[in-house]
């Protein structure tokens, strides 16, 4: 019986050929967590009693999280060995004020499972990590939250932005609220090859591969295999078993 952990090293010369390299790259220590890139700015408007949401640039954008095997003090060690971004941050855009004794509040209406959202500075669980409430209370200064997942995949949350009492957020009756999704990925090239995100690449990872393959044009990745899909196109074909093969190979230069 094949032992799918036993070091076996070799070159792969195609996408089923047989093969191992372990790579153990030891955590750094950081100061503080990484943003991932240009901040990205959910807009906010309260105009009368209305309020408008609207993000900054493409809104089908897939922020790309990432590892950075870093390692943090608490309290933002909770983004310790995972994939995380703070790109988007929420944004107070025009000149408004909220009425006395109200505050504008985020709730949480659905997400993908495994995705898990902290405060900016507190790191304090929201929308529902590690018990934290399904609603929030935004102080209308510009803030950007941590978001966070421990695999491969792509995530979304659908929010709901309203005008709430104090200091519960119960919905102020008279105001109208408004709703932004906002959506995230974590592509192979964070963990080229690690298809079991196990810290290395090993012959399970290459079973791992062939499970997942799919085809071309399937449009139906199964949710564990994320990270065998490296073009990000929802099916995982020959184009990414030659980058499965091409990341196996970089590994052993």
Not at 1 to 18: E, Q, T, W
Not at 55 to 84: F, H, K, M, T
Not at 90 to 111: H, M, N, R, S
Not at 174 to 183: H, K, P, Q, V
């Amino acid at each position: 019986m094949m032992d799918l952990n036993r070091p076996v090293r070799g070159r792969l010369s195609g996408a089923f050929a047989v093969a191992l390299v372990s790579v153990v790259v030891p955590a750094t220590f950081a100061t503080a967590p990484q943003l991932g890139g240009e901040m990205k700015h959910m807009f906010v408007t309260l105009a009368g009693n209305t309020v408008f949401v609207s993000i900054q640039g493409d809104p089908n954008e897939r922020v790309v999280l990432r590892r950075y095997d870093e390692s943090y003090d608490p309290p933002a060690d909770v983004l310790n060995g995972a994939y995380y971004s703070g790109r988007y941050g929420w944004l107070a855009q025009g000149f408004w004020t909220v009425p006395t004794g109200k505050g504008i509040f985020v709730e949480v209406l659905d997400q993908t499972e495994g995705l898990r959202t902290f405060e900016a500075l507190t790191f304090s669980p929201l929308f529902g990590t590690s018990g934290g409430t399904a609603s929030w209370r935004w102080s209308t200064v510009m803030v950007h939250n941590w978001y966070a997942v421990d695999r491969c995949g792509k995530y979304e949350a659908r929010y709901r932005v309203y005008v709430g009492d104090l200091p519960d957020g119960t919905p102020t009756d008279g105001f109208e609220s408004a709703t932004i999704t906002l959506r995230w990925q974590v592509l192979p090239e964070a963990a080229p090859g690690d298809l079991t995100d196990d810290g290395d690449v090993t012959i399970a990872d290459f079973a791992a591969f062939q499970r997942c393959f799919t085809g071309a044009d399937t449009q139906a990745v199964p949710e564990t295999c994320g990270c065998a899909d490296f073009d990000g196109d929802d099916d995982i074909d020959l184009v990414d078993a030659d980058a499965f093969v091409q990341a196996w190979n970089d590994g052993l230069e």
